[in-house]
Each structure stands twice: as structure tokens, then as C-alpha cells.
């Protein structure tokens, strides 16, 4: 169940991505304003609406799934390769990364199991998209800067 969770978040995520810089902001807007207005009166609209957007984005939709399977997977063995041998400091290779690179969508936060501080930063991506990439790059310098017996005690 976990596993199917993670690789159901990693397709929102992937989908997210290869959506930014298409008038992200006003489309989620407009879209969450529909959603909350239909959710009310009538599933079939819902339903229409993600009819709609898969139709009109088939592309970035075939794109994340293609790529949902082959992430989700190396996700789900990072802890599988840590028993196997692999250092902290891998561990913590990888969050500086996916701070530097995708730390916007919040992508180091859920990486280190910090699932709040993530959602968080998703949030913060939708309200002011500059404030949390800075944020995102002083998490990077952050962990690259810790020790890694810090960085595995304090996260």
C-alpha cells in the first residue's frame, strides 16, 4: 500500500513538473476554484474536468507515467541499498540534489521523510514560487554543509 501511495505522489509530482512554467499559477487557480464548485453539485463534472485536461495534455500525462515507475522504484530501495552498505553520506548526497534541483516542489522534504515540511512546500511553491526556491537552495547549502552524523540526527 505504501509503495502504490509513493508512486501515486511521485506521478502528482512528475505531472506538477512538467507542468511549471505553462501558466501554472492561473490554471491550478482556475482549476481548484472549479473543482471546489463542482465537488459539490456534481461528481460528473470533476470527472469532465480531468477528462478535459488528460485530453488537452495526453503528452505530459504519458510522460509522468513513464517515468513514475522507474522513480518510485529507486525510491523505494534507498532503504533497501542503505542496509546493503551504503553510507549516510549518500543519503544525504542525494537530499542536497533534489534540494538544489527540485527542492520547489519539495521533493528533499519528502525524501528524508519529512512529508509535512513537503506539503509545506508545495503550498508555498502555489503562493510565491521565488521564496521557495531560495528556501530550497538554503536547505541545499544547509545539508551540504552538515556533518553527516548532524544530517542523521536531525532529520
Request: hydrophobic share 55%; glycine share 6%.
Amino acid at each position: 500500500m505504501r509503495n502504490i501511495a509513493l508512486a501515486i505522489g511521485v506521478f502528482v509530482v512528475l505531472l506538477v513538473a512538467l507542468s511549471f512554467g505553462e501558466k501554472l499559477g492561473a490554471e491550478l487557480f482556475s482549476w481548484i476554484s472549479s473543482f471546489t464548485g463542482w465537488a459539490f453539485h456534481n461528481l460528473q463534472d470533476v470527472t469532465l474536468a480531468v477528462q478535459h485536461y488528460i485530453a488537452m495534455n495526453w503528452a505530459k500525462v504519458l510522460i509522468a507515467l513513464l517515468l513514475t515507475l522507474p522513480i518510485s522504484y529507486w525510491i523505494s530501495q534507498r532503504h533497501t541499498s542503505e542496509e546493503a552498505g551504503h553510507s549516510r553520506q549518500n543519503r544525504r548526497k542525494i537530499a542536497i540534489f533534489l534540494a538544489f534541483f527540485l527542492g520547489w516542489l519539495g521533493a528533499h522534504r519528502f525524501y528524508v521523510g519529512q512529508i509535512g515540511w513537503g506539503l509545506f512546500y508545495l503550498i508555498l511553491f502555489y503562493i510565491f514560487a521565488p521564496l521557495v526556491i531560495l528556501v530550497s537552495w538554503i536547505d541545499a547549502l544547509r545539508y551540504l554543509l552538515m556533518s553527516d552524523e548532524d544530517f542523521a540526527l536531525r532529520l
